[in-house]
């Protein structure tokens, strides 16, 4: 009898651990399954709220945009404003609380890369291609005579149009310089057959003094200390007193004012950080439009 019972109590037994040992796996499992579902939703989450701030960001680019299109367009387009007023950035919160940065600057200050491949005009004093190598010797860049032949090879066989200095590297495979001397090109689009024109008011040292060459650098240097004291309204007043060979070539190559502006846009949200360029183009009705973005 005593043997029936323990028998009985064990089995009993057995059947409460195994039902406990059974809800515990099934909490367990619950447990788990919970918490993925938990991870699961703060992923989504996280990946909503992400899609949500790139959307916000996107938005607050195409807006600045707008803005930058009427502020050039309703500005007055004045050869003082030119010369200064377009640097300094202009910055405010959109209503979905993004802020929004904007810059404006000249894109006429700089050697347009799409400049090298200009036919030839007969007695010219300087090409675009020794004005090239003059601005990489002021970074401090050395091309071997190799390196050139196939730089130029490949942009005059290629008719390669350059929507950004970087595309330097595809030529060049190992050009590390390309980064450094950026800052001195630009890669505008430019009338058929002759260069765009560089304003004086705002061109960088290095660019004047590559497209006069080492000759006249005493000159080019009494302009721009010339333009700290005023705007420059007329390039014949700063070349009349020059030889005749080079006199043409700059008042062909050099202007008072632009037409092409950069804007650099950049909104953040949340520590999260997202940029356009605009290329504008600004005719003489007033009219502007955008020439192309990068995002």
């Known amino acids: 009898g005593m043997?029936?019972?323990?028998?009985?109590?064990w089995k009993s037994g057995t059947r409460s651990g195994s039902a406990l040992l059974l809800v515990l796996l099934v909490l367990m499992g619950t447990v788990s399954m919970v918490s993925g579902i938990q991870h699961l939703l703060i992923q989504r989450s996280t990946h909503l709220r992400i899609e949500s701030n790139e959307q916000r960001l996107r938005s607050a680019l195409i807006l600045g945009l707008q803005e930058a299109v009427t502020f050039l367009a309703e500005a007055e387009w004045s050869l003082e404003f030119l010369s200064s007023k377009i640097d300094h950035p202009r910055e405010f919160d959109t209503s979905?609380?993004?802020?929004?940065?904007i810059q404006l600057r000249d894109a006429q200050d700089r050697f347009n890369l799409n400049d090298l491949s200009i036919p030839l005009t007969p007695g010219t004093l300087r090409d675009p291609?020794?004005?090239?190598e003059d601005l990489l010797r002021a970074q401090g860049v050395?091309?071997?005579?190799?390196?050139?032949i196939l730089l130029r090879v490949w942009i005059e066989s290629e008719e390669v149009w350059f929507e950004s200095p970087a595309q330097l590297t595809l030529a060049l495979e190992d050009?590390?310089?390309?980064?450094s001397v950026s800052a001195l090109f630009s890669s505008l689009p430019r009338p058929a057959n002759r260069a765009l024109t560089v304003n004086v008011n705002t061109v960088r040292p290095e660019v004047l003094r590559a497209m006069v060459g080492s000759p006249l650098h005493g000159w080019a240097d009494s302009v721009l200390a010339a333009r700290e004291q005023e705007p420059i309204r007329s390039i014949a007043n700063q070349v009349q007193f020059l030889p005749e060979v080079i006199r043409p070539t700059l008042e062909a190559a050099l202007d008072v004012r632009s037409e092409y502006i950069e804007a650099l846009l950049v909104a953040e949200v949340d520590y999260t950080q997202k940029t356009l360029r605009a290329l504008l183009h600004r005719d003489s009705e007033g009219e502007v439009e955008v020439v192309r973005c990068l995002w």
């Open 3 to 9: 043997r029936g019972e323990i028998r009985k109590s």
């Open 96 to 101: 979905e609380d993004v802020h929004l940065r």
């Open 129 to 132: 291609w020794q004005m090239f």
């Open 142 to 148: 050395e091309l071997n005579q190799a390196e050139l």
């Open 175 to 179: 050009a590390e310089w390309v980064p």
